[in-house]
């Protein structure tokens, strides 16, 4: 297996038992053990383990903090994630989550974007059990494949009501529970994919580390798209430029990996990379994304180093 899709699955499914401690009704610190028991079923022991030890609190008990540099990395991208996701503290809630849960707006604390009851959230962990299936094997033999696979049903899974990771949110806590899980979990796994492709495991200090946002936007897209106000016209060139955009994601896919393009949409896009991956997955997006217009549009491509 390679070490890199063992970090990265580990990164992408660390919380994915919160969705069951919720449901039950446990403290916050126990969704590693659900995290752990939801993994084991799906990939086996070492990596249910390995996704279980992302934290080192006073809360965990010693056998569930970080003890190899792929629980230092997940551990790491955690916390780098939540402190992205969650700028503000928290002012209401407790550590015992009790169900209802709500996914606010992430413009209005105000608005409720979904209401979960305890058997939604058993609902859906259940689903994603059963649409995961065993795949220890499988991951044995091609960990890149069964990683990508793993990643891409994860986004996908939608159940009753149109229920999926991105209505659930990472936290229960207000003013912070306005960011989905699978958001957060995607945002885990870019930045666990770029600590190990950008050198691994250097330290707790997130000062030791570089990342790089890449963003590719089409030019003079509008000129393009309305030289010909005929509705077939439009929608053909509207659905080209989607085609494109497609293409030059598939490129930073082929480089990082489909978990860290944060965006993309309507000939642009927004990437994590490590620093030394920037310029190689930006010339093969630029390149993809002009090629699939056939010159007619072309992209600019840049990134900025923080």
């Known amino acids: 297996m390679s070490e890199l899709d063992i970090v990265r699955t580990c990164a992408l499914l660390h919380d994915i038992g919160k969705l069951e401690c919720w449901a039950n009704r446990k403290p916050w610190s126990e969704h590693v053990f659900y995290t752990y028991r939801f993994v084991k079923a799906c990939l086996g022991e070492d990596v249910a383990v390995s996704a279980m030890r992302h934290h ?53 604390s105000d608005r409720v974007r979904r209401r979960l009851e305890a058997r939604d959230l058993a609902y859906l962990s259940q689903a994603l059990s059963s649409r995961l299936g065993a795949l220890e094997e499988k991951f044995s033999e091609d960990s890149r494949t069964t990683y990508f696979n793993v990643f891409w049903d994860l986004s996908k899974l939608e159940v009753e009501s149109g229920l999926s990771l991105r209505l ?4 229960t806590r207000r003013p912070i529970n306005d ?16 600590i190990y492709l950008g050198g691994g495991w250097r330290g707790d200090s997130p000062s030791n580390y570089r990342f790089a946002l890449l963003s590719g936007d089409a030019d003079r897209i509008s000129s393009f798209i ?38 993309a949409g309507g000939g642009s896009f927004l990437a994590l990379a490590p620093p030394n ?16 217009t056939e010159g007619r549009v072309s992209m600019t491509v840049s990134h900025v180093v923080f």
């Open 56 to 108: 080192i609190g006073v809360y965990y008990p010693d056998e569930y903090r970080p003890k190899t540099d792929v629980e230092r990395i997940v551990c790491l991208a955690d916390n780098l994630a939540s402190g992205a996701d969650r700028v503000e503290k928290p002012s209401h809630g407790t550590s015992l989550p009790s169900p209802p849960i709500e996914l606010t707006h992430v413009l209005s």
């Open 168 to 171: 659930v949110p990472a936290d």
């Open 179 to 194: 960011v989905s899980l699978w958001d957060h979990l995607r945002l885990t796994a870019a930045f666990a994919t770029c």
């Open 226 to 263: 309305n030289e010909s106000l005929r509705l077939p016209d439009l929608n053909a060139r509207s659905r080209l430029i989607e085609e494109a955009t497609a293409v030059a994601c598939k490129s930073l896919h082929k480089h990082l990996g489909p978990e860290c393009v944060l965006y």
């Open 277 to 292: 991956l920037a310029d190689a997955a930006l010339k093969d997006a630029e390149s993809g994304f002009e090629s699939a």
